[in-house]
């Protein structure tokens, strides 16, 4: 008969109508400012950099291997290697990103930077609240403004944060018992060859600690084939904060 | 001499020049409407309730919304609305004066220009009901007739016309339902 | 003390008009009285504004407006000034005048028709024996400032909005002003307070005589109510506007406070219209049963009224749109035979002098009507659910 | 049987003065003393879903012609896959159909996975198919929801819609990250495992399912309304779809069993049992019903699929993120999207990344059976036609 579908119809909305009032399956609003849904661990929004430890400046886990940079699929940063090295919590020399810049306004927020990188350097953020009245330099974020300490990471991503941890302090477990294993036969040697030349000893300690390829100063074109590490910056000696070089993208 | 009725002979006499001096036809239409206003609210101060009412339903309502319609309706693809050429000026003014006349003389022969003496009644609805279903029945029936086969007619005229295609291509063996 | 409350507008408004000279006493009484009918309408339109948002909300699990004000109820004013400080855009090929006009030629004739509602015993702005067609009259004249409103915009969606509009009106005017006539025959006068009192309780019934508590009254009631939903473009007959189709219809070009007044007008229409059904068909200021007469007159006018906007809400919340050519089927060959057909029973109910013998004659015909007429009007075009089969099986549902 | 001011050029309706001195391009005759009326729906028009533009001639209120013209989303989506990685296609890839991103994902690994002769794990093939029949779910949810409000329905409708494809959505987050543009899946497998309580949360989510579609059909599938809106409007012929090609629910609207996840069998679907609903019609109603009807069916697919899933590992242990170049060759890879058929055709040449790369779109081939459709019927049953259609504007002009 015409006219009970929509009395139908009219029974439906009038149920959700009163159920809107009891039901919490039937309001579904979030008054957001106020109320906050809690994030989902795997929540991503835009990248950011990890360091170890309260300075960002020392302690950036990016080596500028420039992976991130090459598989980007919208191409939004950019990376110029430092000129210099740095010890890497393995205590290896590793070179550090003079400039990383990332562009959020091209960024797509596809993770594949997280996933290409092998230094778990880089890592999805989730703050979404960046709105900014400069859509062009506010948007381009620089190292410092995307360098963030891994005690963020630890508290957003727990789960995926704790495995990371776990490998590293095994790594570095693993390295430094290395290195004491090296340093152990290195003693054994240097006290098997103390019988021997001493004075070739030391030269041959000193060549070790040199990096290779130590040459001139390098031009003021970056670029990976240009950045070189400074003669002298031998291994456990921390250098200075790298001043950042003026050029933005 | 009410100022009711200097405003609504106002907006009659305004509106009917409006109605034959406006260029464009929908605004002579409009100002119609506004003599047609005028001449309900002439009714309504001379008590005449249902009249002036029935004169907005149906004039306002209904007529001028056909002549809008068929202004719009009846413009063919070319050329402008036909031009008034200068004679038929004359033949106009004639018809008018000869309605004014006509007017004029049925007035004087009916009130004679002298104020009643007997204080005026007014019917009410009720009364035009009982006139209308006693005394005035058969042409009221006749009327009812006329309309109603004017009705058919209109409603004969609307149907669509059974030749060839539609406009435009339609799905096989589906006519639109329109 | 309960007629004193009953009458409380009514002694203020006789308060106020005895200290004036008595020169001036209809005039002052005429202006107090459209003030309040003005002040007190428009403040209706903008809550109803926000509580249909509210309301709608709610049907859709949402929170609706509930920013300014408490719980959002001042948003009506947010939204007035804005649409007051708003720029005037008219269009530049557009017909100035006409333009101009059209939000006032719509916006006046709805007003007028607040004049003839009883709002309450002895409260109607204007008492007149033909207070109905007074009403008709007013609504009736609302068309030409669509047309006006659509044509002078020069746009080809306004356009199409106004002879949609128009077409619609048109349409549903004859089952609108044909669904009323039952309840004059019955009442015997087009005076809408003359409606009210023939409503009322007899001294010693319990219950009021209103039409909506006889067959044909019912029949006519919901035929009025739908013709009012499509008189004041509500949804489902919100076509005119479709805002899918033709994006906003024949107020497309107006922005600003003319668009917020075609807004008032087509809410001032609603009201109008239910304040009609609850003065014809809905016994107007009287209570429904005589132990509930102490409760003010005016009080069961805006609750009934209230109501009924509430229904329009919810329907709007509900259904989709009719089409065009639907609705004008809808109109000529469902409501109109209905509303032709009630005349006749309404003849015979009074012949009868209704009672169970009204009731045993009434009721079939108008039910029989209806099943006949919807299924005229479904069957035709085989409108039905379906029945669906699944690939390698047979049918299933 | 409407006679306007013909001159399109000043504002949207034409000048008074200068009216029918001549007929301009666009505004003929209907042959019976009026003219046809042109009128552009689109590119901001509130019911072309997105910017798309429908040039349509009416006769009254009657489609006498109606041109589609789209392009104004394009992206350069293929150009940009072939000058990228294949990885780096895949974020590419969410952004065709934005409401369908993970069957979108899912195709492209498929092609690339045919490509380069990888396997997919067990558990990753599971939460392929979970994650591809809650997007059709909420594929289906949001298309019904807009219907509605292309008749009207003031919102209803979507919103209820939108309330359980929220959920759905959440799911997605919790899973991949982001909501939308999931880039879930990888060439070999899925990027990451669901996390602990995802699959439980997932059954919730599917268990109330059904609570939602009742009320959803009793509040629209039988409303005289709606039945009228849509019953007998834009009949689409049997032969028509399949010489257009038209794919999924619109073809299957008229009476053509064909189903990829039946034809095909693609990904495990083999292993599922559920059953194809056939329209009879090809009518707008049909074209609803039948994304009704598939809901209840993949609901039925996710509880199979819920139930089985196995534990292991989600990603082929050969498949490589970087440096990833398979051999020389070609390879299609399609599935049944919400849409229809999303097909991806690779060629390699040995390179990091394709040599051609080509999108077979679902609502761009689905759409060019539109004029057919609306020819005949009133401007407003246009709207709902192209509603039902379901097209995603980002996947028509990629």
Redesign the interface.
Same mark, same amino acid.
Request: hydrophobic share 50%.
């Given at each position: 008969m015409l006219g009970v579908g929509i009395i139908k119809g009219l029974a439906e909305t009038g149920r959700n109508f009163i159920g809107s009032y009891f039901d919490r399956d039937r309001l579904v609003t979030v008054e957001y400012p106020e109320q906050r849904v809690p994030l989902r661990e795997n929540f991503r929004q835009f990248p950011f950099l990890v360091h170890d430890g309260q300075d960002a400046a020392i302690g950036l886990r990016c080596v500028a291997c420039q992976i991130c940079e090459k598989e980007c699929p919208p191409q939004c940063i950019y990376i110029e290697k430092s000129k210099d090295k740095k010890p890497d919590h393995l205590g290896k020399p590793q070179f550090f990103p003079a400039v990383f810049n990332i562009d959020i306004s091209v960024c797509m927020s596809c993770q594949i930077c997280v996933e290409v990188c092998p230094f778990d350097a880089i890592k999805m953020d989730q703050d979404f609240e960046l709105s900014t009245a400069d859509r062009f330099g506010g948007l381009l974020l620089g190292k410092t403004q995307l360098a963030r300490p891994n005690t963020h990471f630890q508290r957003i991503h727990p789960r995926e944060a704790a495995e990371i941890d776990t490998r590293r302090a095994d790594e570095r477990q693993k390295a430094e018992a290395k290195a004491k294993a090296d340093a152990e036969a290195k003693a054994k040697a240097a006290a098997a060859a103390a019988a021997g030349t001493a004075a070739a000893t030391t030269t041959a300690a000193v060549d070790a600690a040199k990096p290779v390829g130590a040459r001139p100063a390098p031009t003021t074109v970056p670029g990976p084939a240009s950045a070189r590490a400074l003669p002298g910056a031998g291994a456990g000696t921390v250098p200075a904060a790298p001043s950042e070089p003026g050029g933005q993208v | 001499m009410t100022p009711w009725f200097l405003l609504f002979g106002g907006l009659v006499v305004v509106g009917a020049l409006g109605a034959m001096a406006l260029r464009?036809p929908?605004?002579c239409g *409009?100002s119609l409407?506004v003599t047609f $206003?005028g001449l309900?609210g002439t009714y309504l101060d001379l008590g005449a !309730?249902?009249l002036g @009412?029935?004169q907005?339903?149906v004039y306002?309502?209904?007529v001028?919304?056909l002549l809008? &319609?068929v202004m719009? *309706?009846? =413009?063919? %693809? =070319?050329?402008?609305s036909p031009e008034v050429r200068p004679g038929g000026w004359w033949w106009g003014g004639l018809v008018a004066a000869l309605v004014a006349v006509g007017l004029v003389g049925a007035l004087a022969s009916v009130s004679g220009w002298k104020p009643r003496s007997e204080p005026m009644t007014f019917p009410? $609805?009720?009364d035009l009901g009982v006139a209308l279903m006693t005394d005035f029945v058969l042409p009221l029936q006749l009327v009812g007739v006329v309309l109603t086969a004017a009705m058919i007619g209109a409603a004969i005229l609307a149907l669509p016309e059974r030749r060839g295609g #539609?406009?435009? #291509?339609?799905?096989?063996g589906?006519e639109?339902?329109? | 003390m309960a007629a004193n409350v009953d009458q409380i507008f009514v002694h203020l408004m006789q308060m106020m008009v005895d200290r004036v000279p008595d020169a001036v006493a209809p005039w002052v009484r005429a202006a107090v009285g459209v003030g309040a009918v003005l002040g007190l309408f428009g403040l209706l339109f903008g809550l109803t504004t926000v509580c249909e948002r509210k309301g709608i909300a709610r049907m859709q699990n949402r929170l609706g407006p509930n920013r300014v004000g408490p719980f959002g109820f001042l948003q009506f004013a947010a939204d007035g000034i804005k649409s007051l400080t708003k720029e005037d855009v008219v269009p530049r090929s557009a !017909?100035r005048v006409?333009h101009y006009l059209a939000p006032l030629a719509l916006l006046t004739p709805v007003v007028l028709t607040f004049l003839v509602l009883p709002f309450g015993r002895n409260m109607v702005l204007m008492h $007149?024996?033909?207070g109905l @067609?007074?009403f008709?009259?007013?609504?009736?004249?609302t068309?030409?400032a669509v047309?006006?409103a659509g044509?002078s915009s020069r746009n080809k969606y306004s356009l199409l909005g106004a002879m949609r509009a128009?077409a619609q009106m048109?349409s549903y005017?004859l089952p609108f002003i044909l669904s009323t006539v039952g309840v004059v025959m019955i009442a015997?006068? *087009?005076s809408t307070v003359g409606i009210v009192e023939s409503q009322a309780a007899r001294p010693g019934e319990w219950l009021a005589r209103w039409n909506l508590f006889t067959p044909w009254g019912l029949a006519a009631f919901l035929l009025f109510l739908i013709a009012a939903f499509a008189e004041a473009n509500r949804s489902p007959f919100d076509l005119p506007e479709g805002e899918s189709e033709i994006v906003a219809g024949y107020f497309i070009e107006y922005s600003g406070f003319k668009f917020a007044l075609f807004f008032m007008a087509e809410y001032l229409g609603m009201f109008a219209s239910s304040g009609m059904a609850v003065t014809l068909f809905l016994g107007g200021w009287t209570a429904p049963v005589a132990a509930l007469d102490w409760i003010p007159s005016w009080l069961w006018f805006f609750g009934k009224l209230l109501a009924l906007i509430a229904l329009f809400i919810w329907v709007r919340g509900t259904t989709p749109r009719l089409r065009m !050519?639907q609705l004008m089927d809808f109109a000529w060959k469902f409501m109109l035979p209905l509303a032709l057909l009630i005349l006749p029973v309404v003849a015979v109910w009074h012949y009868l002098g209704g009672g169970w013998r009204g009731w045993l004659f009434c009721t079939p015909v108008l039910a029989a009507a209806y099943v006949l007429l919807g299924r005229a009007l479904v069957g035709r075009?085989r409108i039905q659910r379906r029945v669906y089969r699944y690939a390698g099986e047979g049918v299933a549902s | 049987?409407?006679?306007?001011d013909?001159d399109g050029k000043q504002g949207g309706g034409g000048g $008074?003065d200068r #009216? &029918?001195e001549v @007929?301009p391009a666009g505004v003929e005759?209907?042959?019976e %003393? %009026?003219?046809?009326l042109e009128i552009s729906m689109g590119p901001q028009h509130p019911s072309t879903h997105g910017v798309f533009r429908m040039d349509v001639v009416l006769?009254g209120e009657?489609?006498? =012609?109606l041109k589609p013209v789209f392009g104004y989303l394009h992206r350069n989506h293929e150009k940009i896959a072939e000058n990228a990685s294949y990885l780096a296609a895949m974020p590419y890839t969410d952004r065709l159909d934005y409401f369908c991103s993970l069957t979108n994902n899912w195709a492209y690994a498929l092609a690339v996975e045919k490509l380069a002769g990888l396997q997919v794990p067990e558990r990753a093939e599971f939460l392929r198919v979970i994650t591809a029949e809650l997007t059709r779910l909420q594929n289906h949810v949001c298309l019904a929801g807009f219907l509605m409000q292309d008749m009207g329905a003031s919102g209803t409708p979507l919103m209820y819609g939108f309330r359980e494809r929220e959920k759905i959505l959440d799911l997605f987050e919790s899973l991949t990250g982001a909501r939308m543009m999931c880039n879930y899946m990888r060439f070999g497998g899925c990027r990451t495992d669901a996390p602990p309580g995802w699959l439980e949360e997932a059954r919730g989510v599917v268990d109330r399912f059904p609570r939602f579609l009742d009320e959803f059909e009793n509040l629209l599938s039988g409303n005289e309304i709606m039945m009228a809106r849509t019953q007998?409007?834009g009949?689409l012929?049997r032969e028509l779809a399949v010489s257009a090609s038209v794919t999924g629910p619109v073809l299957r609207a008229c009476g053509v069993d064909y189903d990829l996840r039946k034809v095909d069998g693609y990904g495990i679907y083999p292993r599922f049992h559920f059953r194809v609903p056939l329209g009879d019609h090809g009518d707008t109603y049909d074209r609803y019903m039948i994304r009704i009807l598939e809901m209840r069916e993949s609901l039925a697919i996710l509880r199979q699929a819920l139930d089985q899933i196995p534990e292991g590992p989600v990603i082929d242990p050969k498949a490589k993120l970087r440096g990833f170049r398979p051999k020389p060759g070609e390879a299609y890879g399609r599935i049944e999207a919400p849409k229809g058929e999303l097909g991806f055709y690779l060629i390699s040449d040995g390179t990091a990344n394709p040599y051609r790369y080509r999108v077979r779109p679902p609502s761009l081939i689905n759409l060019t059976v539109l004029e !057919?459709?609306c *020819? %005949?019927?009133?401007v407003a049953d246009t709207v709902t036609i192209l509603g039902s259609i379901d097209i995603v504007l980002g996947e028509v002009d990629r």
């Open positions: - | 464009n929908v605004h *409009l409407v $206003v309900a !309730d249902f @009412l029935a907005i339903l306002v309502g209904a001028a919304i809008v &319609f719009l *309706l009846t =413009r063919t %693809g =070319r050329g402008e009410t $609805v009720r #539609r406009v435009g #291509r339609t799905p096989k589906e639109p339902e329109q | !017909d006409v $007149v024996d033909t @067609l007074f008709f009259a007013a609504g009736a004249s068309e030409l047309f006006m044509w128009i048109i005017e015997g006068t *087009l !050519d075009r | 049987m409407l006679t306007l013909a $008074v #009216r &029918f @007929l005759s209907n042959g %003393g %009026g003219s046809l006769d009657t489609v006498v =012609r007998g409007v009949v012929t !057919d459709l *020819l %005949g019927h009133n």
